[in-house]
């Protein structure tokens, strides 16, 4: 019976007429009764195209279901007229219909889904990728690399050049009259059961890698300034801080061109950038990647996003020289970097964009990581020995607080460590250190003072890496002040139980015995490969 409208269409029957769709709860979602999973179905059939309300041509259809915690629908893709429905953007509507019935029945909500995500590696792949000692799934390193291709290419020429020079292999699809209409990339040695190479079409791995959208990056010419190699981090700087005042200022769909060029400057950075930070301005530029794909149409003419294109550009035609630039020379454009990503936070969040928001947030976190990794390594270069400070301190003697966040840990490792400071923050453990500092912050404890005691417990001089020690020292005072917080509150005088000699009593004791002394916390000597002796 669903099959019989199939022999009536005119023309050409499809090859694939069954249309299946699965519908499920969460686990920890309330059972809906049969009469809610019918309205379910029936508006996921209305939202897909297939047989909306009041349509007595649409197509058949039926839903069964198989437990408690969803339900089956199966549909024929022919209409009662002969005809064939409609279903463009049916996932993204049926999902979008989801939403609101989590909102309605009081479900577990998802994130709701617009068609802007990566093409993730199938489980196949992933154990092939294993199979084979490759530290990723062959679709990953593609997809990076043709991205990489694209945001620094300003032809199709150079597009293809840049992929073949990238060692993967590239096959072009030519139209009769010798237009380029496709490409398709694949691995050296990759090849399925029957040792034919695997190719994948650049619309496979994201949305904005298939050719037509690649080429939309170059489709207007972008005119660069010649600038001196020292200039360029400078000039970069000022294109993007202008880029961030616009972002989204010309409407909706020059907003969604403005994003995807930041995109593509994010990851013409990370190839480029200091190696002290390439690795968190890579994890940004993957992380920025939803963000950079708005839903819907986007504009090629906004003011932004031509700033940013002329950014890339810049900083492509020179990437040799500015590699060998200061490390000093590429602050200022980072800090540009995280300001551009939180102003496309912004517009994505005014949007209700809310997987590109979080994702821009994301990005936005390495950015800023990255920023006080190269801020320590310019201190250090241009960092000069000089008397230790005292920290301001209020009338009662105590140091002033600082908010979380609000210190940089280079300054506080100057502070406390004058005489190593160079030699720390120009160490490749640096990044480490740091982050042992914005924990013990975090935790409420000066990072200042907690570095200095655990400084002093032994000469630094004779360590190979200074950076590395005070790692380990502040791992043993984080370790040794969970163990003394754990011992008190087993203690009698905490409070825990019955036994206490009242409040803020101390524990009894034999008279005439000594106190035991006590060990002040951090003193003891962690163990490592590399200590000071």
Known sequence: MLDAPVYTLRGAKPSKHVYHVAVRNAPEDRLLSDVEWARVASEMMHAAGIAEHGDENACRWVAVRHADDHIHIVATRAREDGRQPDISWDVVKMQARARGFEVEFGLRRLTHGDGTARKWAKTGEKEKAERRGLGEPVRETLQRAVREAAAAAASDADFFARLSTSGIRVKQRIAPDGNVTGYSVA??????????????????????????????????????????????????????????????AEGLHQGAGDVAALGDLIVVAAVISPRLVR????????????????????????????????????????????????????????????????????????????????????????????VEVTAGAAAARQYRPRPKRTASRTATGQRKAVAPGERPMAGVVQEAVPEHARAVLADPAWPSLRARLVEVERAGEDPADVLVTVARRRELSSAESVAEVLTWRLDGWRRQRSTAADAFDRSPSSGAGGGSTGRGAAPARKTGAPAPKRRPPGDEQPKGPRRAR
Not at 336 to 355: F, P
């Open 279 to 370: 690795s968190q301005i890579k994890d940004a530029a993957y992380e920025f990647e939803r963000a950079s794909r708005a839903p819907g149409d986007r504009s090629l003419e906004g003011q932004a996003r031509k700033l940013y294109r002329e950014s890339s550009q810049l900083l492509t035609r020179s990437a040799a020289a500015v590699g060998r630039s200061e490390v000093a020379a590429a602050l200022g454009f980072l800090l540009a970097l995280v300001q551009a990503v939180e102003a496309s936070r912004r517009w994505h969040d005014a949007q209700e964009h809310r997987a590109q928001a979080e994702a821009s947030g994301r990005a936005g976190r390495l950015l800023r990581e990255a």
């Open 187 to 248: 691995m050296p040695g990759d090849r399925d059961g029957e040792q034919i190479p695997v190719w994948f079409p650049g619309a496979r791995l994201a949305p904005d890698l298939s050719f037509p959208r690649v080429r939309e990056r170059w489709s207007s010419s972008i005119a660069t300034p010649s600038v001196t190699p020292a200039e360029m981090w400078r000039v970069a700087e000022d294109k993007v801080r202008a880029a961030a005042a616009q972002l989204g």
